[in-house]
């Protein structure tokens, strides 16, 4: 167990993040804020794995001209016409 007593501006801050953190309470937000300062000082990890891994739904059948950002929101416009339909 751990007590931490902070200063007003800081339990502001706090009281800030957790109206918008849905479904979070003070030890949750706490233990997650720790988990990713931790996880980004553990160096054994790769970056990637410490980032959440590999995205998942890429266009795998994308066109190699998506680094221009029209064309990559031309191309999930489609994709996302596609899926819903």
């Known amino acids: 167990m751990l007590t931490v007593r902070l200063d007003p501006e800081t339990e502001q801050q706090l ?5 918008h953190e849905k479904d979070v309470d ?17 160096l054994d ?8 891994g590999h995205p998942q739904h890429l266009l795998s059948d994308a066109s190699p001209d998506l680094s ?3 064309n990559r929101k031309q191309a999930i416009a489609q994709h996302l016409q596609q899926r819903n339909i």
């Not at 009281?15 to 109206?19: S, T």
């Not at 003070?26 to 553990?42: A, F, G, Q, Y």
């Open 15 to 19: 009281a800030e993040i957790l109206v």
């Open 26 to 42: 003070h030890s949750d937000l706490v233990k997650r804020l720790i988990r990713e300062r931790w996880l980004t000082l553990n």
């Open 45 to 52: 990890i790769p970056f990637v794995e410490r980032r959440g």
């Open 68 to 70: 221009e950002r029209a």
